[in-house]
Every structure is written in structure tokens, then in C-alpha cells.
């Protein structure tokens, strides 16, 4: 709550912004959760509309990316009691940030994604190439400085983006440190008692109190999920690993590809990090978790599935004078000019949201 309202005095006001605070703090008040997280929820739709125009310059395009995230398949955790509506808002919002170079406000964000959901920590590789990666390719690489020759203009900027890639990468990661270090003081005891807490744990050489809960109670790690009785959630999380690699394959083709023709909206724009971003938490997924969460996992940690349903969706209404769905009835006509692959889609984001809320909101199963 202090760092929410720390965050809160030093951001800037956006609409964004004021909806995501606001409904943070209608959260605590009883009989109003379900309106909070709701709201919540068009926090990050947001951002995401936000940093897609940033990134894109084109609001057709962000428009479609937004109304993508506001159907996407895991779309009832973002509107009930879970994290996922809170910490997109934070990791959408703190790009948008770092894309315009607001560093402070981008870390603080960072900073209040990763305190909470422990995956934020992740979000420190987007400082770590914006500032340090980036600026070798576009400066060095590309000869605009002569670091070889010891200049000292060179060497001082350098320096300046490695110190700002540092401190904002500590501060992500304090809030994650901070849980394990409180975590391992109150439940190890005294560390010269080998008797104290679990020893496993607590005298290991990294004790991570998350890493043990999980591999511990929830049975997670290196493909421990693969069993013949899991085969139905395995199903259940192949959608969105088939479009967030189909996107990952159509951008890395387009970076050895000639001809701009056939190219998705997506690969319009360098969007390396995003794309290294999105396939870590895919792999890490598919490998190390309960593989059927891997759909609200990426859809609340990354624009680029939303970026990809709204490339393949563009791709038909690039043919048709419809600018994007607005009626019920310009609706119809859509329809009829989207390609089997983009209704195939629909039918995808339509079926799991509706099957989702049935089963979720009677305590069933779901991804």
C-alpha cells in the first residue's frame, strides 16, 4: 500500500493511470471487488492501447490490439480476484514508459509489478536492452561511436546507460528479494540451528521461498506436469502456444525476408525484446510450470499475443473500407470478409471466454 502510494504522488496523471489506482484501492472495500477488478482490467486495456500506439504509430492497429486483450482467451482472470488485470496494467504501462524514456516512472512500475507477481523480475530484461543492448547497436555497431579508440565521450555515454540499466534491473528485482529475505527470516529461525525450518531450504546455497512452495506442494519442475492424466490441460494451453510461435516464426522471418508483401503488422516495427520476452515465458511454460496456466501467464505478461491476433485480424480488414468492428451490424460484415485463419481465431477468444467464465465462476477447473 506505501509503494502504491509512492507510485501514485510521482506518476504523471494518465487515464489509464487514475483507473488502475482508483480501483486498486476499491479493492479493499467490501461488496465493490468484482466492479474493482473489472476496472482494473480496462486499466490494462489501457496501457496496451497506449504502447501499441507508441510503438506503432498506427491507431487502427492499436485499437484492434486493445479490443484483442479485452476478449483475450484468459479474460475472466482479469475481471475476478486474481492478480493478472492489476500486473499487465503495471508491466504495460511501465513500457509505455520506458519507450518514451521516463525511466523513473517506468522503474517504479516495474518495481510494483514485480511485488505482484513474482514473474516481473523477468521485465528486467527490457532496461537492460532499451539502454545498454540497443545503444551498442545503433552507436557502436553501426559506427556512430568509436569506443575502440578510448574516447571519452564514447566511454561516458556508455557508463551512463550501463549505471541506469543497473539500478533500474536492482530495483525490479528488490521487491522479489525482499519476500525471500522476509520468508526466510520467519520461517528458517536461527540460521546456526540446522534443526530450524526446512533444511533443505533454508541452508541452500540460493534458498528462493517461491521456487521451494511450488516444487514442494504444487509439484513444479523441469517437465515434471507431463503425465498421461494431464493430456487434457496440455490441450487446453495449445492455442496460445500455437499463436504466440506462430507469431514468434512470422517476425523472425520477416527479418531475413525480402519482400514487405506478405509480412503481419507486427514484424512492421523492431520488436526484438518483446519477441526474446514472450518466447523465455513461453519455453519457461512449457517446461517448468502447469503447463494449462500458460494462457493467462503470457497473456497478462505481454502485448505481443494481442499484437499477433491484431496483425492476423488486420491482415482481412486491409481488404474491406471497415476500419474495425463498431455496430452490431458493421460487425456481420466483417465476418463475412475474414479469412478462415482470422475466424478461426475469433471462434478461439469467443469459446474460451465464454466456456472460461461458466466453469470459473462454479469453482471448476480452467486455465
Not at 482508483?22 to 477488478?37: E, K
Not at 525511466?103 to 514473474?119: C, D, G, I
Not at 491484431?310 to 458493421?330: G, N
Amino acid at each position: 500500500m506505501k509503494l502504491m502510494l509512492l507510485t501514485q504522488r510521482v506518476l504523471t496523471i494518465s487515464e489509464s493511470l487514475i483507473v488502475s489506482f482508483v480501483t486498486h484501492l476499491m479493492a479493499s472495500i467490501n461488496g465493490m471487488r468484482s466492479t474493482s477488478y473489472s476496472l482494473q482490467k480496462m486499466g490494462s486495456v489501457a496501457a496496451l492501447y497506449h504502447l501499441t500506439l507508441q510503438v506503432y504509430k498506427d491507431e487502427r492497429f492499436a485499437v484492434l490490439s486493445a479490443v484483442a486483450h479485452c476478449f483475450n482467451p484468459a479474460s475472466i482472470f482479469f475481471s475476478t480476484n486474481y492478480t493478472e488485470s492489476l500486473y499487465a496494467f503495471c508491466v504495460f504501462q511501465a513500457l509505455v514508459f520506458l519507450e518514451e524514456r521516463s525511466l523513473t516512472k517506468s522503474t517504479l512500475l516495474f518495481m510494483f509489478a514485480s511485488a505482484t507477481r513474482s514473474n516481473g523480475i523477468v521485465n528486467a530484461g527490457f532496461p537492460i536492452y532499451n539502454l545498454v543492448i540497443q545503444f551498442v547497436i545503433q552507436n557502436i555497431v553501426h559506427g556512430h561511436l568509436d569506443v575502440m579508440q578510448c574516447k571519452i565521450q564514447s566511454i561516458i555515454q556508455y557508463s551512463q546507460q550501463m549505471c541506469k540499466a543497473v539500478v533500474m534491473t536492482l530495483a525490479i528485482i528488490l521487491p522479489f528479494t525482499v519476500v525471500n529475505i522476509i520468508g526466510y527470516l520467519q520461517f528458517c529461525g536461527d540460521v546456526h540451528d540446522m534443526s530450524a525450518g526446512d533444511s533443505d531450504w533454508c541452508h541452500g546455497k540460493v534458498p528462493i521461498l517461491y521456487s521451494r512452495i511450488q516444487s514442494a506442494h504444487w509439484g513444479v519442475g523441469f517437465l515434471k506436469y507431463y503425465k498421461f492424466r494431464k493430456i487434457p490441460n496440455i490441450i487446453l494451453a495449445l492455442p496460445c502456444i500455437i499463436l504466440t510461435m506462430y507469431g514468434v516464426r512470422e517476425y523472425l522471418f520477416s527479418i531475413f525476408s525480402q519482400s514487405n508483401s506478405k509480412k503481419l503488422q507486427l514484424a512492421s516495427k523492431d520488436i526484438f525484446v518483446y519477441v526474446v520476452h514472450v518466447l523465455f515465458l513461453c519455453l519457461f511454460g512449457i517446461l517448468f510450470m502447469h503447463v494449462e496456466v500458460i494462457t493467462r501467464f503470457i497473456f497478462s505478461s505481454s502485448p505481443f499475443p494481442c499484437w499477433v491476433a491484431a496483425s492476423i485480424l488486420m491482415t482481412d480488414f486491409k481488404k474491406s473500407a471497415v476500419a474495425y468492428p463498431c455496430s452490431f451490424s458493421t460487425a456481420r460484415a466483417v465476418w463475412g470478409i475474414l479469412q478462415p485463419r482470422s475466424k478461426l481465431l475469433c471462434i478461439y477468444f469467443a469459446t474460451y471466454v465464454s466456456i472460461g467464465t461458466l466453469l470459473h465462476v462454479n469453482f471448476l477447473p480452467w486455465t
